[in-house]
């Protein structure tokens, strides 16, 4: 056995009798010889042998209680007060160094007095130290050092009585003949006391060390030396080794016929060790089993951790292409933004890799662990019946350990579909290289009610130009809904879409607004209605706009002539279009009526782009795709907010 696996059951030889100890909890005796717990006690040395006078008292002096108070504040590993005490999950106190260091073995540390396997995620560092408990320790030693000099002055008053009492020791134990069982080999003394429920005789000194006044300790049984108590502190039967054929339920080791109805094993449950060999076999089979189901997990799981690793690479992989192809389309400036979206997507991919890496060898890790446990585990299962019961319970316990390690260690698939915030789109950033970024979800768009107009079915909606010049957005949402349709929670959706060319900085067009008209038709004459709209792109969603209310007009309200676009006398061209119209000159002056060309994609619900128009009856729109067909309306309002719409024409351009 390993220094360190000696230690992980006992400090030493002396600590490991004392957190071996299994009290029965019987009821409370008082011992023959009262100085063994006596209020005042005095140790005195005399060659190899260490003698105790007590001073009976009937009732608890403050010696007593001072005493009492010591062995609280002493660490059960070291017996020494304590230093840097922490506290551990069981609620058990330890020294920090080396006491508790020795025990911590990967996230666990046992408690060496109520034998507890505790958990502790953070390492040994995360274990809280027990402030207050080292004030009063601080307190203690000096009240401890003011006691010591009073008790000098009264040392000289005790001499006469220690001598008699030394004297009463020697002969008891000069009728003695049974050594202590925890003493040195070459310097044992006899035994004072043995304790039947620990199977071990003690000389006075080690039974002060070991059998303190206090939980579970006081409840042990302590009887005057005998022979029969020839158990070693593992609990064999050390004299009859040869003979084992029991084994003790209730002490969970081996014993032999002749000890079976000893003190030792007194009522307690026994069965044939070859029925204990069966059922704890069987219990670490299952267990290995277990272990062998969740490495079969652990693998099948590191094979996805690891094709979710490469998948997350390619992904990244495609996502770099995408830059580079867009970034291959502009200009030399792009080169320095290029080497910023490039390295700013490599630090992705290191964090994300990283992440997935230290992820795959914690599960290495795990299952290297693992097959190292169900590789011994089937050695000791080969090996002598008592050594293999020896192992058997913290054998089990580490199977169980691994077995939850394992399933810890499971597939977690990482959020590789969409790299949050890494959307690109140059389209409108071809014109605006030294400003390019990253693209962003669009600004909140807002209605302009200063030229929003309307007719007996149709709402004019007229969208301001986004305030940052760096939006793109691909299509604008319109909700409305009526007072009646808002009393009961209902609303309808107008989605129009946006194209590269209707961008604020794609191409220029002469006389255009650079404003975005929607037109909502199909309404109900003389109507409320609310109106409120969102712009939206890949990377996100805007927020709704502020709610615009507008009001339809009555039959025969509206005082403006409606426009007409004459289609026979209109021109296509490759990339242009000339519209005939004479209602801009049909017109009074003093009517103050405005007219505009509406023109988009034909077949699409696109929002609508704008042309002023002025007194002339031929309208040329530019900027235009070759061999596509276009729909186009004039708009004719006043500053009432009234409108008229025009007939609808359709003219497909020329090929270029």
């Not at 202590?180 to 003394?189: A, E, G, H, I």
């Not at 007719?455 to 009526?482: A, F, G, K, M, W």
Request: proline share 4%.
């Amino acid at each position: 056995m390993s220094k360190k696996k000696a230690f992980s059951n006992g400090s030493s030889t002396r600590a490991n009798n004392v957190t071996n100890l299994r009290p029965r909890y019987p009821a409370k005796k008082e011992f023959g010889d009262a100085f063994l717990f006596s209020p005042v006690s005095v140790i005195a040395t005399n060659g190899n042998h260490a003698f105790e006078h007590v001073r009976a008292a009937p009732a608890k002096s403050p010696v007593k209680a001072q005493m009492e108070v010591d062995s609280d504040l002493q660490c059960p590993i070291c017996l020494e007060l304590f230093s840097y005490p922490i506290i551990l999950p069981c609620s058990h106190v330890l020294c920090r160094s080396p006491c508790a260091e020795h025990l911590f073995d990967f996230n666990f540390i046992r408690c060496p007095v109520c034998r507890d396997n505790c958990y502790v995620s953070g390492g040994i560092g995360s274990l809280p130290r027990v402030i207050a408990l080292e004030n009063i320790i601080e307190r203690y030693k000096a009240d401890r050092t003011s006691r010591e000099n009073t008790n000098d002055r009264n040392k000289s008053a005790d001499s006469s009585f220690l001598d008699a009492s030394l004297s009463s020791q020697s002969d008891v134990e000069k009728d003695s003949s049974i050594l202590c069982n925890l003493c040195n080999s070459v310097s044992k003394k006899k035994a004072k006391k043995s304790c039947l429920d620990c199977n071990v005789s003690y000389c006075s000194n080690c039974l002060l060390l070991t059998h303190q006044k206090k939980d579970p300790f006081n409840t042990h049984e302590l009887v005057s030396p005998r022979d029969d108590v020839s158990h070693s502190v593992t609990g064999l039967c050390s004299k009859h080794s040869d003979q084992l054929s029991l084994f003790c339920k209730d002490c969970g080791v081996p014993t032999c016929t002749l000890c079976k109805d000893s003190s030792l094993h007194k009522d307690h449950f026994m069965i044939t060790i070859e029925s204990a060999y069966t059922d704890i076999k069987a219990s670490i089979d299952k267990n290995l089993q277990k272990l062998g189901v969740s490495q079969e997990k652990v693998t099948s799981s590191l094979q996805h951790q690891r094709d979710n690793l490469k998948e997350m690479q390619q992904k990244i992989d495609r996502k770099r292409s995408e830059i580079n192809a867009q970034c291959d389309q502009l200009l030399a400036e792009i080169e320095n933004k290029r080497s910023f979206f490039l390295a700013d997507l490599e630090y992705e991919e290191r964090i994300r890799q990283n992440e997935q890496e230290e992820l795959i060898k914690v599960m290495e890790r795990i299952l290297g662990s693992s097959q190292a446990l169900y590789s011994y585990t089937s050695e000791v299962l080969n090996e002598d019946v008592s050594e293999f019961l020896e192992v058997a319970n913290t054998l089990s316990e580490k199977l169980v350990k691994a077995t939850a390690d394992c399933e810890t260690a499971q597939f977690q698939p990482s959020d590789c579909d969409v790299l949050p915030g890494k959307l690109v789109d140059f389209r409108k950033e071809r014109n605006v290289i030294r400003e390019m970024n990253y693209l962003l979800a669009p600004e909140t768009p807002s209605i302009d009610v200063t030229r929003c107009s309307r007719s007996e079915d149709t709402v004019v909606l007229v969208l301001s130009p986004p305030r940052n010049l760096h939006d793109v957005i691909d299509q604008y949402e319109i909700h409305y809904c009526s007072e009646e349709q808002k009393s009961l929670e209902i609303e309808d959706t107008l989605i129009v879409k946006n194209v590269p060319e209707d961008r604020l900085l794609g191409k220029i067009v002469p006389n255009c607004s650079g404003v975005v008209v929607v037109l909502v038709e199909n309404l109900c004459k003389s109507t409320t209605y609310y109106f409120c709209v969102s712009a939206s792109n890949q990377s996100g969603r805007s927020a709704n706009s502020e709610v615009v209310q507008c009001t339809t007009l009555l039959p025969g309200e509206s005082v403006i002539p409606a426009p007409v676009i004459v289609e026979s006398l209109c021109r296509p061209f490759a990339t242009s279009v000339q519209i005939y119209s004479s209602s801009p000159q049909d017109v009074a002056a003093e009517q103050h009526i405005s007219h505009f060309l509406l023109y988009r994609p034909r077949g699409q619900s696109r929002a609508w782009k704008t042309l002023s128009l002025y007194g002339r009856q031929d309208h040329r729109v530019f900027g235009l795709i070759a061999s596509t067909d276009y729909e186009f309306v004039i708009l004719g309002c006043n500053q009432r907010g009234e409108c008229q719409v025009s007939n609808r024409v359709v003219i497909h351009t020329e090929q270029s």
